[in-house]
């Protein structure tokens, strides 16, 4: 009966290796400073060699998941990577990456008009394990091209962001997470004029073998930053983690 037990316990250690749930490692910093975001996966690891969905079917909702994933891509970079970032339209603004801390001359963007380019270009990309992340904005996505997508970042080991862009085309697909990224009014800084730091509602809608949750979260002094707020009070708090 142990036997089998160890047998099963193996069994489900070696399938999230294999859908990107990393093992934690003694000593090792694979923190890309989420908080209790990264608690809510497997492992508390944010997974990478996987595929995450968004769903940015508004103009505000890209605005704010491009936001978002440049501050993950900072950690995916940090090693002078270099990203890819595939789209028909592109809704980001370059330069605005430094802001999280992604220098843009190391971005590669692709426009591309045809949707069967936009799939066959992001494949092609997600296979190349010179790459830090893969970004694309695609309209659609059905279950059989994702799980390609999925079986291409498995064997690369590159982390992949799919921006859902149709609302009409929403559908089940094998990527390991979905999100929802909105904004959220910033806070200004007591005394001072103009704009606070970003701020987002960070839904993560599903999650293969972990716990979907709701967040409020901050972009500050160069990392993400949880928003607590006080019911007997209105000043909001800020807890830092890094």
Sequence with gaps: M????????????DILLWEGFKAPI?????SFGLGPIEAAFPNGIFPVGA???FLTTEPEHAAATSGFIGGILAQLMRNNGVCLWISKARTVFPPALKVFGVPPER??????????DLLWATEEALKCDGLAA??????????TQSRRLQLAVESSKVTGFVLR????????????????????PSELEDGLPGVGFPRWQVELLKVRNGNPGCWKVEWVAGSFALVVEE???????????A
């Design 2 to 13: 142990e036997a089998k037990k160890d047998i099963i316990s193996q069994l489900k250690k």
């Design 107 to 116: 971005v590669i963007f692709i426009d591309l008009q045809r949707e069967k």
């Design 134 to 143: 893969v970004i694309a904005e695609l309209p659609g996505i059905n279950f």
């Design 231 to 241: 019911k007997a009070v209105t000043e909001i708090a800020y807890h830092q983690y």
């Design 51 to 53: 595929v995450h969905e």
């Design 165 to 184: 862009t149709d609302a009409k085309k929403l559908s089940t697909t094998a990527c390991v997470s979905r999100w929802q990224i909105t904004h959220l």
């Design 26 to 30: 003694a000593g090792a910093d694979d």
